[in-house]
């Protein structure tokens, strides 16, 4: 049981370039969530998904997407990398009907975009 | 907007005294969280508070809730050197998806 997994684990963009990270977990969680952390702050939310083929934004969406085709996945995407976006993300996921709710989280993934 | 404020944000302590982390936040919510990040880490539940005055113990740390005044307490009591970490509090807005809105950590150091 791995829990959640988050890949990759470290990337460096040039500015304008774009990538995907993946997040997967294995506990059949309806609700997964991406957030960023950046230093001194807590962890901001990006997007987030109620279930499979379902997304929403959260406090801090712009110059992000997401994509959740299949239950166990939730992909975050970067289209045109910015500096600001240089930070840490990390994915969790949860029950939408046990309680009590708890998010669980990745090891993250350090995003360095120069 | 839900807003949620920790304080102190940096707290040296010696070891084998004690302390308190404080978590205001700005809107009525049924649930508050409290997780541990050590440096390069995830995060890592600690506890979980569903009610007015609920109160959680793991070993030296004692986590409360006050839903009137809209403020938890984590509490540490004598202080070790393992405790060293960021501490964050999670507040639920109220939603469909239970989103979280997180303080911004209070870094704890405990020397020795």
């Known amino acids: 049981n791995a829990g959640v997994t988050q890949t990759p684990k470290f990337r460096v963009l040039k500015t304008g370039q774009s990538m995907t990270l993946l997040c997967a977990q294995d506990m059949n969680h309806e609700y997964m969530y991406w957030y960023r952390q950046d230093p001194g702050m807590g962890l901001r939310l990006i997007h987030y998904?109620?279930?499979?083929?379902?997304?929403a934004k959260g406090e801090v969406p712009d110059g992000y997407n997401v994509s959740r085709l299949k239950k166990q996945n939730f992909l975050l995407g970067l289209e045109s990398a910015a500096p600001s976006q240089t930070s840490v993300y990390f994915c969790?996921?949860?029950?939408?009907?046990?309680?009590?709710?708890?998010?669980?989280f990745g090891p993250g993934t350090r995003l360095t975009v120069t | 907007e839900l807003k949620v404020e920790q304080n102190p944000l940096f707290l040296s302590m010696q070891e084998g005294k004690n302390y308190t982390i404080y978590c205001n936040y700005s809107t009525t919510s049924d649930r508050l969280y409290w997780y541990r990040q050590d440096p390069g880490k995830s995060l890592e539940s600690l506890f979980v508070?569903?009610?007015?005055?609920a109160v959680k113990q793991e070993g030296r740390l004692m986590a409360s809730l006050d839903t009137k005044a809209r403020l938890s307490t984590l509490h540490i009591t004598a202080a070790v050197h393992d405790l060293s970490a960021t501490y964050f509090c999670?507040?639920?807005?109220?939603?469909?998806?239970?989103?979280?809105?997180f303080g911004s950590g209070t870094q704890l150091t405990v020397l020795p």
């Open positions: 999670a507040v639920v807005v109220s939603g469909s998806a239970r989103q979280l809105t």
């Open positions: 969790a996921s949860s029950y939408s009907d046990r309680q009590p709710y708890e998010q669980y």
């Open positions: 998904s109620v279930g499979e083929g379902t997304t």
């Open positions: 508070l569903l009610s007015n005055g």
